[in-house]
């Protein structure tokens, strides 16, 4: 298995999500070991483990690979996905016009994300997600996961050494 780094990961997962959009799920959680995030992301013919450096910066360290199936996939009340937002509400989300009341916009809001993820498009507004955040440890791994997991966050310690020599 490869391992992937940021644009290319996102890349690869966009051009897979773009195939197939419907019936994805995106599970993240603090990592058991070493203060990392892990991301549990399905697709319905693909499955990715990634690794985060933190959650608490705008252009975390991220590496990722292809994985087999989760043995219990992880799955939050929607799917995981892109959903258009009517432009006005994506304004209204932004604080670019006057926002009506925060009932209705939060209604419009859950019925953009009851809508079906689609492909997203250069020059539209998206909602994106949802995201699950769990607790460490949630997502059940096979012994070959496990495996990745350990390799992943090898790596993650390595990348983290090499751009700041003075980390751990």
């Given amino acids: 298995m490869e391992f992937l780094e940021g644009k290319d990961l996102k890349r ?3 051009e897979s999500y773009s195939r197939s959009p419907k ?3 995106f599970v993240l959680s603090p990592s058991p070991r070493f203060g990392f995030f892990d991301a549990a992301v399905s697709g319905p013919d693909v499955n990715w483990m990634i690794k985060l450096d933190t959650l608490f910066k ?3 360290i991220v590496i990722g ?3 087999e199936a989760f043995p219990r ?3 939050g009340p929607f799917s995981y996905g ?3 937002l009517p432009p006005e509400l994506a304004l209204q989300i932004m604080g670019g016009e006057e926002a009506g009341p925060r ?3 939060l209604a419009e809001l859950l019925s953009v994300m009851k809508s079906e993820p689609v492909a997203p498009e250069t020059g539209r507004a998206y909602a994106e997600g949802p995201l699950v955040l769990t607790g460490p440890g949630e997502v059940n791994l096979s012994k070959s996961q496990k495996e990745m997991d350990d390799r992943l966050s090898s790596e993650m310690r390595r990348l983290l050494k090499l751009r700041y020599p003075s980390y751990g």
Avoid: F, H, Q
């Fill in 12 to 14: 690869r997962m966009m």
């Fill in 65 to 67: 690979s292809e994985v």
């Fill in 103 to 105: 009932e209705r916009t």
């Fill in 82 to 84: 892109y959903r258009a």
């Fill in 23 to 25: 019936g994805w799920s």
């Fill in 58 to 60: 705008p252009s975390p």
């Fill in 73 to 75: 996939r992880p799955r």
